[in-house]
């Protein structure tokens, strides 16, 4: 009698045991399986909602001419490719946000606020270059990581554009550079700074007057910030 009542209790038991390790594995799939499914959707309608943006800055304006040779003027040269670069993204689907599209002045402090105020995947500050020996020429995309800040994914930027923009070999590859510059200080977003060819070089200043040349530039300097956005999403 006692035996048998033991064996119904230790028969009751693993019933019970079954039956707890079969719900809590049921109830740990369905959550998971709606876990999965809820990640799946909210990830899905984030992609086709959010739009990879960018702010592109074309260096100086207005009484600011930047660097110039002649009535050859830096801020109209950084515009031209600028708006070749808006152009190209903007068929790519990318939104687009310029500091200026015209012939006007900006404060740096002015440009940090405004692309902070547009949280872009990327900030690019579009220049041309200048040195007093006039044998410098080429292209270098410039980083700056201001006590280490973002220094990986800033130094990667300047290395995917340094790659797009010397590959066709129009430009002499000055590599990628670190510099404190103001423009790209005030920034809590990814960015560089291109400094296209040197107004003080001769073979330079014929590319820089060549629209095809310009537009070629721009469209390289813009996949090379797709390609890190790509990378990097
Ligand atoms: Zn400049």
Redesign the pocket.
């Known amino acids: 009698m006692k035996y048998k009542n033991n064996e119904k209790s230790l028969r009751a038991y693993i019933f019970f045991i079954l039956l707890v390790v079969f719900f809590v594995n049921y109830d740990m799939t369905y959550n998971h399986n709606l876990l999965y499914r809820k990640s799946f959707i909210s990830l899905a309608t984030e992609k086709s909602d959010k739009k990879h943006s960018v702010v592109i800055d074309p260096?100086?304006g207005g009484i600011d001419k930047?660097?110039n040779y002649e009535n050859l003027y830096?801020k109209d040269i950084?515009l031209k490719i600028a708006l070749y670069m808006k152009e190209y993204f903007e068929e790519k689907g990318f939104q687009v946000y310029m500091t200026r599209e015209e012939d006007v002045l900006l404060s740096l402090k002015e440009i940090g606020d405004f692309v902070n105020d547009k949280k872009p995947d990327v900030f690019v500050s579009v220049?041309?270059?200048s040195f007093k020996d006039p044998g410098y020429d080429g292209i270098s995309a410039f980083y700056h990581s201001p006590d280490g800040f973002q220094n990986e994914e800033r130094i990667e930027l300047a290395e995917t554009i340094q790659k797009e923009v010397s590959k066709d070999g129009i430009w002499f590859d000055r590599g990628i550079k670190e510099q404190d510059i103001a423009v790209l200080r005030y920034s809590k977003y990814v960015c560089s700074l291109v400094?296209v060819g040197f107004m003080t070089n001769k073979d330079d200043r014929v590319k820089l007057q060549d629209e095809n040349i310009l537009k070629n530039t721009g469209e390289n300097i813009a996949n090379g910030i797709i390609k890190y956005i790509m990378l990097n999403n």
């Open positions: 260096g100086h930047g660097t830096e950084n220049h041309v270059n400094e």
